[in-house]
T-cell receptor
Framework: DARVTQTPRDKVTEMGQEVTMRCQPI?????VFWYRQTMMQGLELLAY????????DSGMPKDRFSAEMPDATLATLKIQPSEPRDSAVYFC???????????FGPGTRLLVL | GENVEQHPSTLSVQEGDSAVIKCTYS??????FPWYKQELGKGPQLIID?????GEKKDQRIAVTLNKTAKHFSLHITETQPEDSAVYFC?????????FGTGTRLQVFP
């Protein structure tokens, strides 16, 4: 049963600290998405990659957020420095090609104090 | 850009009754409409999707209908069960980017 995996599942940190979240997409999928979910904003797309190349990161605050795909099996989302307003659940999803099903991971619940 | 509105925000039904959730979208070029179910502490899971060349799709107790002219689509769950209780999200897309509705919290009471 292929699944998207994310680590860590929970992260509590203090304001100003660096946070790195990791995602392993489903093997064979070539598109990876990062979403943020909050009560106020719902599900927001932060960035996505195809074949490891960034296609769109317009939803991401560029001054503190960065997303990369070091290889086809790993995507990372980094926040530096973190702020309390970054507290949210961050989801990674993967799919194959355009207009295809996106499969979500379990999420990383981030709390910035 | 695309905007997706979803109603109602909460829905309570008795076990065995039907539940209907409705979404409208703004971009007539959108052609892919998935529905996701999110249980507490988990990521959204796709339950059914429909493409713009199809008016209706069914999968056991779940069905989705699409009205392209009116730019709205609906999720129908029949014979609801307590395990259907979750938050449901609709989404619309014409490219890779899914635009999500705000979610409907469905509670099914035994």
């Amino acid at each position: 049963d292929a699944r998207v995996t994310q680590t860590p599942r929970d992260k509590v940190t203090e304001m100003g600290q660096e946070v790195t979240m990791r995602c392993q997409p489903i093997l064979g999928h070539n598109t990876v998405f990062w979403y943020r979910q909050t009560m106020m904003q719902g599900l927001e797309l932060l960035a996505y990659f195809r074949n490891r190349a960034p296609l769109d990161d317009s939803g991401m605050p560029k001054d503190r957020f960065s997303a990369e795909m070091p290889d086809a099996t790993l995507a990372t989302l980094k926040i530096q420095p973190s702020e309390p307003r970054d507290s949210a659940v961050y989801f990674c999803a993967s799919g194959f090609g355009g207009l295809e099903t996106q499969y979500f991971g379990p999420g990383t619940r981030l709390l910035v104090l | 850009g695309e905007n997706v509105e979803q109603h109602p925000s909460t829905l309570s039904v008795q076990e065995g009754d039907s539940a209907v959730i409705k979404c409208t979208y703004s971009d007539s070029a959108s052609n892919y409409f998935p529905w996701y179910k999110q249980e507490l502490g988990k990521g959204p899971q796709l339950i059914i999707d429909i493409r713009s060349n199809v008016g209706e799709k069914k999968d056991q107790r779940i069905a989705v209908t699409l009205n392209k002219t009116a730019k709205h689509f609906s999720l129908h769950i029949t014979e609801t069960q307590p395990e259907d209780s979750a938050v449901y999200f609709c989404a619309a897309s014409k490219t890779d980017k899914l635009i999500f509705g705000t979610g409907t919290r469905l509670q099914v009471f035994p």
